[in-house]
């Protein structure tokens, strides 16, 4: 009994909420204040609430919580509040699966059907995904199945959802040749795991992960019942956002704090959780031989889960660290870096917008510094370099290329020394920067980075390199246009209403309209648009069907066009959308009833209104403005009348039979 009592009373001390800097003589005062300044600049900048921890060996030596969590309360975040970690969430994964790998229960080079028969795609390469690939994202898998992933209510068959959607999609590589970050490929890992280890996943991780890395305030989602949860409130309006469950559970559904991710980085590397054989095989460099086309190793020098084995910034400093990050949509943002053979780590987590990972190496970079292990940085001025001519076998890289963020247009200047890129806007493409031409056929694009290009297998690609480290990453690649005669009639000058958007789903507040067309500098592609997704071009299979063709494009989708009932209908993955001209005006006084097959219904306004409707039980209403970009979502603003403009769509999402009383007033 004694031994039970000191024990509790060594747990309640440890896990206490810690306001505090464990200081060695003033050693790490400069990196406190630096991490504080973090923090306080990232609360001013529009973020809810930070945590940031820092461990050194088995030692916390920071660990502090910045702004509110409940505003309305008053309450103020400390450090045992839980935030919503995202996708570094694949690290425990990973980290399960290599157990299991351990017990002899796994092997990372089977294939995944033999351990989930039910795990099937239209694409027949599918039979070869292994685990590794799962985990090393190099499955070939479009990326994520976003629909109903990221809610204001649990959904428990988000799960069974995708993998449905996964048995009508096809690969856009082979498998094991690229790795593109993907988040479904950690949905079926998390899948293979329930299935070999006989627990549900929160359950396994609970037992053999955050109980054995004394993590007290980490769970699969927010704790049930917990009041010390960040809430996430809009930067300009000063609206509390909803509460966001991740089902995305596997992939980015852990809730965590950052004390709590500390103590896991210091479970790895004292060796609780793995072997230490088992531990160099999650840390080595896993990206899949083809990740660069060039020669060298790529930026995304994943490992199995990580982000990156050895983070850039550090590496070219002879240390290796680990990175992950990760993000939601309300948002949550998350980094963790850990340095490995010094026993160190950095964890930042934000309710809000914040740029975490630059937060976190900052951080670490300081400590590294007060700890002697670096010398003091210093900074450095470099003017932006004067062009010289560019060699004339660059020149054959012109033309269209899909996407880095946008779908860019390539040209160059001879008289400037430049490459000219000019993205796509509506139909049309507009300059967006110029980069000097610095010799040897590279383009100067910042201090750290450099672009140049590279044609391999008669692809032709815009790489990225990492000034200092030499790593390169594909920034777009180049989209040959199609000569031959294709229908694109049933895509063409479209935009693309919401049928099937359900009313607890976060995620779709960040999708504007999608919208399909051609250009004439790409004859025989599909262009789609509207975000989350940049503008991606599409290859016709068919009059129906199209085909991706970026590999290196992550979360991509399978698109085609199919009738139901005589209406054309878009099917994008498990979305479904309608064609906008088919969309009624809406009329003053109007009833809006959601039909018994429960889709959405919409409707266009004519010219400017106030806009004011009753909402249902279960009822949402988004109103996109005439740029297809979300204007008002019921879920995050209040249900007030509100002026509508000329061109605008509205969507009313319900249960069946949901009826929405509607009034237009002139303005």
């Not at 504080?36 to 529009?46: F, T």
């Not at 930042?348 to 975490?356: K, L, S």
């Not at 592609?525 to 940049?534: E, M, N």
């Given at each position: 009994?004694?031994?039970?009592?000191?024990?509790?009373?060594?747990?309640?001390?440890?896990?206490?909420?810690?306001?505090?800097?464990?200081?060695?003589?003033?050693?790490?005062?400069?990196?406190?204040?630096?991490?504080?300044?973090?923090?306080?600049?990232?609360?001013?900048?529009?973020?809810?609430?930070?945590?940031i921890a820092i461990i050194e060996d088995d030692k916390l030596l920071f660990a502090e919580a910045f702004g509110m969590i409940d505003r309305e309360k008053s309450i103020q975040a400390d450090t045992d509040t839980q935030f919503n970690i995202g996708s570094v969430s694949k690290v425990f994964t990973a980290c399960a699966a290599l157990q299991l790998c351990e017990?002899?229960?796994?092997?990372?080079?089977?294939?995944?059907?033999?351990?989930?028969?039910?795990?099937?795609?239209?694409?027949?390469?599918?039979?070869?995904i292994t685990l590794r690939m799962l985990l090393n994202h190099s499955s070939g898998m479009p990326g994520t199945?976003?629909?109903?992933?990221?809610?204001?209510?649990?959904?428990?068959?988000?799960?069974?959802?995708?993998?449905?959607?996964?048995?009508?999609?096809?690969?856009?590589?082979?498998?094991?040749?690229?790795?593109?970050y993907c988040n479904d490929g950690f949905i079926v890992a998390g899948t293979v795991i329930e299935r070999?280890?006989?627990?549900?996943?929160?359950?396994?991780?609970?037992?053999?992960?955050?109980?054995?890395?004394?993590?007290?305030?980490?769970?699969?989602?927010?704790?049930?019942?917990?009041?010390?949860?960040?809430?996430?409130?809009?930067?300009?309006?000063?609206?509390?956002?909803?509460v966001e469950y991740v089902n995305i559970l596997a992939s980015g559904g852990i809730s965590s704090s950052a004390v709590d991710l500390c103590y896991f980085a210091k479970a790895l590397y004292n060796n609780k959780l793995l072997k230490p054989e088992t531990m160099r095989e999650f840390t080595k460099n896993q990206a899949a031989r083809k990740t660069t086309p060039a020669e060298g190793t790529p930026g995304f020098n994943c490992g199995l889960g990580w982000d990156s084995v050895a983070l850039g910034q550090f590496y070219v400093q002879g240390i290796n660290v680990l990175d992950k990050s990760g993000g939601t949509s309300i948002p949550f943002n998350c980094e963790l870096n850990i340095a490995l053979?010094?026993?160190?780590?950095?964890?930042?987590?934000?309710?809000?917008?914040?740029?975490?990972?630059?937060?976190?190496?900052?951080?670490?970079q300081c400590l590294l510094e007060n700890k002697g292990v670096l010398p003091k940085h210093k900074e450095t001025f470099s003017p932006q370099p004067k062009g010289v001519p560019i060699p004339e076998r660059i020149l054959q890289y012109e033309g269209i290329y899909g996407?880095?963020?946008?779908?860019?247009?390539?040209?160059?200047?001879?008289?400037?020394?430049?490459?000219?890129?000019?993205?796509?806007?509506?139909?049309?493409?507009?300059?967006?920067?110029?980069?000097?031409?610095?010799?040897?056929?590279?383009?100067?694009?910042?201090?750290?980075?450099?672009?140049?290009?590279?044609?391999?297998?008669?692809?032709?690609?815009?790489?990225?390199?990492?000034?200092?480290?030499?790593?390169?990453?594909?920034?777009?690649?180049?989209?040959?246009?199609?000569?031959?005669?294709?229908?694109?009639?049933?895509y063409e000058k479209t935009t693309w209403i919401p049928r099937n958007y359900s009313a607890t789903d976060l995620f779709i507040h960040l999708f504007d309209l999608k919208k399909t067309f051609t250009i004439d500098e790409l004859?025989?592609?599909?262009?789609?648009?509207?975000?989350?997704?940049?503008?991606?071009?599409?290859?016709?299979?068919?009059?129906?069907?199209?085909?991706?063709?970026?590999?290196?494009?992550?979360?991509?989708?399978?698109?085609?066009?199919?009738?139901?009932?005589?209406?054309?209908i878009l099917q994008m993955d498990a979305f479904q959308y309608t064609a906008g001209t088919r969309v009624p005006f809406l009329h003053d006084n109007e009833c809006i009833t959601i039909g018994q097959e429960g889709y959405n219904t919409a409707r266009r306004i004519e010219s400017d209104n106030l806009f004011q409707s009753s909402l249902p039980e279960n009822g949402r209403i988004i109103i996109y403005s005439s740029d297809g970009k979300v204007s008002f979502d019921t879920l995050f603003n209040a249900n007030k009348k509100r002026l509508v403009k000329a061109g605008s769509y509205i969507l009313f999402i319900g249960d069946k039979g949901s009826l929405f009383k509607t009034t237009l007033q002139t303005i």
């Open positions: 009994m004694k031994k039970n009592i000191i024990f509790l009373i060594v747990c309640l001390f440890l896990f206490s909420g810690i306001n505090s800097f464990c200081k060695e003589e003033g050693k790490y005062d400069a990196t406190a204040k630096l991490a504080r300044m973090e923090a306080w600049k990232a609360i001013n900048n529009g973020a809810s609430s930070i945590t017990q002899g229960k796994l092997n990372l080079d089977r294939p995944v059907a033999s351990y989930l028969p039910e795990f099937k795609m239209k694409d027949e390469r599918y039979k070869e199945n976003s629909k109903d992933g990221i809610t204001n209510k649990k959904n428990p068959s988000y799960v069974a959802e995708t993998l449905s959607v996964l048995k009508n999609s096809y690969l856009k590589s082979k498998p094991g040749e690229i790795s593109v070999v280890s006989g627990l549900n996943f929160a359950n396994y991780l609970r037992k053999n992960i955050f109980d054995k890395a004394m993590m007290p305030n980490t769970s699969c989602g927010f704790k049930a019942g917990s009041k010390n949860i960040a809430h996430v409130y809009d930067p300009k309006t000063g609206e509390a956002r909803p053979d010094n026993k160190l780590a950095v964890a930042v987590i934000a309710a809000g917008d914040a740029n975490v990972a630059l937060m976190a190496s900052n951080i670490l996407p880095g963020k946008e779908l860019a247009k390539i040209t160059f200047n001879n008289e400037k020394n430049t490459l000219n890129i000019d993205v796509l806007s509506g139909r049309n493409f507009v300059r967006l920067k110029e980069f000097i031409h610095t010799g040897n056929g590279r383009f100067y694009f910042d201090n750290d980075n450099t672009l140049f290009f590279y044609e391999n297998n008669n692809n032709k690609y815009l790489m990225n390199e990492e000034s200092n480290s030499g790593r390169t990453d594909v920034a777009a690649e180049k989209v040959e246009a199609v000569r031959d005669k294709l229908d694109a009639s049933e004859p025989g592609r599909i262009i789609l648009t509207g975000s989350p997704f940049p503008a991606t071009p599409y290859a016709i299979a068919n009059k129906y069907t199209t085909q991706m063709i970026l590999p290196y494009l992550r979360d991509q989708v399978d698109m085609k066009i199919f009738y139901d009932k005589g209406e054309k």
